[in-house]
């Protein structure tokens, strides 16, 4: 007699965990989002804070496929700083709320979720995404400059992806300006000092107290936000806010100089530009920055294609999900 049961589907967790915001998503097998949730990063408190709000969003997207996080095969993990997979930590993610030295987090949220995680880099995360899912795997090498809280990068060489020793791919602290801007990193003159969001927050806030007029406090308040996020940016940016245009006219620029200087380096085929920023500003802005990488691209080098990532913002997920294997 055939059974009537029936085989349940192997569904998998991805979390893309940033600075400004958790994306918690549920895949079947063939990498369909059955279920998707979205919560603020916290703002305060510590690593466990910022652990027990994935967990919260993870839980509502699997409310949402219908399942529970228990049942999933796993939970994959997409998270700025340095990463040991192998370990399971997170050690120096600046850009969130008092993580200082390295937190256990896969064994901590798996606690919290009732079955197994796998951290891995934002970036590079969302780069293997966007190499197995998307156009880019046309590529043998590519590297992905994520426009966003901070500037992350990812590497794809030889069409495998490069990790280093757990921090490759940190185009962000790459020196544009020796002596330049404070970073949140603690250096001096990195790109991120110019590009990352919160290091353009910082300066705006500074200029504002200093007497600088512009819109960006009333944007954040009509948006209901606490943070100068990726949409107040951009609708500064459209009223004409002259604070906000020269500070992503410099976030273009220095992101420009740390995409040709990795060029330089790596003689990569593809740059892919993603991020909250990167995806918010689109196409116009990803065409801008081609331009500022062109007057500092070594003359001997053919400038590689520079192209929007094609998953949008659910690339990270995606690709955090794909950390859950067999």
Not at 153 to 170: F, Q, T, V
């Amino acid at each position: 007699m055939m059974s009537t049961t029936q085989e349940q589907p192997v569904l998998r967790g991805g979390i893309d965990l940033g600075g400004t915001k958790i994306e918690a998503i549920v895949v079947d097998a063939a990498n369909q989002v059955l279920g998707s949730a979205r919560h603020p990063t916290p703002t305060s408190g510590g690593p466990a804070d910022v652990a027990a709000e994935m967990a919260a969003t993870m839980k509502e997207a699997a409310a949402g496929a219908g399942t529970s996080t228990a049942a999933l095969r796993g939970v994959g993990v997409g998270s700025p700083g340095s990463v040991d997979a192998a370990a399971g930590t997170i050690s120096s993610a600046g850009n969130l709320p008092g993580w200082e030295g390295s937190y256990a987090l896969a064994a901590e949220l798996g606690k919290l979720l009732e079955t197994r995680v796998a951290v891995g880099n934002d970036v590079q995360v969302a780069i293997g995404a966007e190499y197995a899912l998307g156009p880019a795997k046309r590529y043998n090498s590519l590297i992905g400059v994520f426009w966003g809280t901070g500037v992350g990068g990812g590497l794809i060489l030889d069409r495998k992806p490069w990790r280093g020793r757990g921090g490759a791919g940190e185009i962000g602290h790459m020196v544009i300006h020796v002596g330049g801007r404070h970073c949140p990193c603690g250096n001096e003159g990195c790109v991120e000092a110019y590009a990352g969001r919160a290091a353009m927050e910082a300066h705006a806030r500074h200029e504002m107290e200093q007497g600088r007029k512009s819109h960006l406090l009333k944007l954040m308040e009509e948006k209901q936000r606490v943070r100068f996020t990726s949409a107040v940016w951009a609708a500064a940016v459209d009223r004409g806010d002259e604070l906000a245009i020269e500070l992503i006219d410099g976030a273009v620029a220095a992101l420009g100089a740390g995409a040709a200087s990795a060029v330089n380096l790596l003689d990569v085929e593809a740059v892919l530009i993603g991020g909250g920023l990167g995806v918010r500003f689109g196409e116009e802005y990803v065409k801008r920055i081609r331009e500022a990488m062109e007057k500092h691209l070594f003359r001997g080098h053919t400038m590689p294609d520079v192209q929007l990532v094609s998953l949008g913002d659910l690339g990270g997920a995606l690709g955090a999900a794909l950390l859950v294997v067999d």
